[in-house]
């Protein structure tokens, strides 16, 4: 009896590493697929809840070919005047305008027919009301900014990634969804020899 007593108390130390380690791995396993998740929900949440706007895009030079399956995206609110600046607070007279700033840019539609917006403003903070959208600067020139929002890549097979990026030489539209907070999503492209979708 006291040897059954000692196996079956050896066998239960033995047993509570392994179950320790199963939890724990368990755990770790459901973590990582919770950030996952909240990775692919963030990205993913502005074509849920955000509201369609038609950007211009323009021609940009081909990509290199072992870069990946996509296709490069520019748009005309890629380049913009530093003078489209409003300023909000008085220390903006003071802060010039740097690589990595993020700004907001004001949209409107135009009115020349083709339901594309355009860039009317830029804004350090975040306005309070009004269609605009998040961005940084990635460098200036002059009193050119060049800006990115995150959606300047399509994903594609690679055939129809360079069949996509030679077709919007001619130029095109991207359909995206900004969501009040002005996080931009990419929904579709249309080139120009396209039909509308």
């Known amino acids: 009896m006291p040897n059954k007593l000692v196996d079956s108390v050896e066998h239960a130390i033995s047993e509570r590493p392994m179950n320790w380690r199963g939890w ?7 973590g990582q697929l919770l950030v996952l998740a909240g990775v692919l929900g963030s990205a993913r949440y502005p074509l849920w809840a955000g509201r369609d706007v038609a950007l211009e895009v323009v021609p940009v030079d081909p990509r290199d070919l072992f870069r990946g399956n996509y296709a490069r995206l520019e748009y005309a609110i890629t380049r913009l005047d530093a003078g489209l600046l409003v300023s909000q607070q008085p220390s903006d007279y003071r802060a010039p305008l740097q690589a990595g700033s993020r700004v907001y840019v004001m949209l409107e539609q135009s009115e020349n027919g083709d339901n594309t917006w355009q860039a ?3 804004h350090r903070q975040r306005p309070d009301s009004g269609v605009f959208v998040r961005g940084r600067i990635m460098y200036r020139s002059g009193d050119i900014l060049r800006l990115r929002y995150g959606i300047e890549a399509w994903f ?3 055939d129809k990634a360079l069949a996509l990026e030679r077709d919007l030489m001619r130029g095109g539209i991207a359909h995206i969804r900004v969501t009040d907070g002005g996080r931009a999503a990419l929904h579709a492209i249309t080139p120009p020899t396209a039909p509308p979708e």
């Open 120 to 122: 009317t403003a830029i």
């Open 24 to 30: 724990l791995l368990l755990l770790v396993l459901l």
């Open 156 to 158: 594609a097979p690679k």
